[in-house]
C-alpha cells in the first residue's frame, strides 16, 4: 500500500507563514507528481498547486511547491497567509507501484490550516 502524511498544519496569524510538507511510503516504484489541495468548510476541494507548478490564482506570488524526489516529498511554502486561506490542505500523488501497473492517485488524510488573529 501507499501512504500519504502531511505535517506542518497549525493556527497562525494572518500574514505569518507555514510550511507543510507530505512525505510519501510504502510500496512505490516511481512517482510521476505531487500536488497540494484545500478544502474549505462548504466549498468544494479545490487545487492549490499541482506538479507543473500550476497555482490558484488566490495563491500566486505567496505560495510555493517545491519536492524532494529522493525523499519522496512535497512540500507548500505558505507566506503572507490570509483567513481566507484556512481549509483542510490535502497532498497527492501519481504512484506507480510495479512496472507494469498503472499509475494511481493517492491522497494524504489531510492538515488543518487556520488563519486567524
Known amino acids: 500500500q501507499v501512504q500519504l502524511v502531511e505535517s506542518g498544519g497549525g493556527l497562525v496569524q494572518p500574514g505569518g507563514s507555514l510550511r507543510l510538507s507530505c512525505a510519501a511510503s510504502?510500496?512505490?516504484?516511481?512517482?510521476?507528481?505531487m500536488g497540494w489541495y484545500r478544502q474549505a468548510p462548504g466549498k468544494e476541494r479545490e487545487l492549490v498547486a499541482d506538479?507543473?507548478?500550476n497555482y490558484a490564482d488566490s495563491v500566486k506570488g505567496r505560495f510555493t511547491i517545491s519536492r524532494d524526489y529522493v525523499k519522496n516529498t512535497v512540500y507548500l511554502q505558505m507566506n503572507s497567509l490570509k483567513p481566507e486561506d484556512t481549509a483542510v490542505y490535502y497532498c497527492?500523488?501519481?504512484?506507480?507501484?510495479?512496472?507494469?501497473?498503472?499509475?494511481?492517485?493517492?491522497w494524504g488524510q489531510g492538515t488543518q490550516v487556520t488563519v486567524s488573529s
Open positions: 506538479g507543473t507548478r
Open positions: 497527492n500523488a501519481d504512484v506507480k507501484r510495479s512496472w507494469g501497473s498503472d499509475y494511481e492517485v493517492y
Open positions: 510504502g510500496s512505490i516504484y516511481s512517482i510521476n507528481s
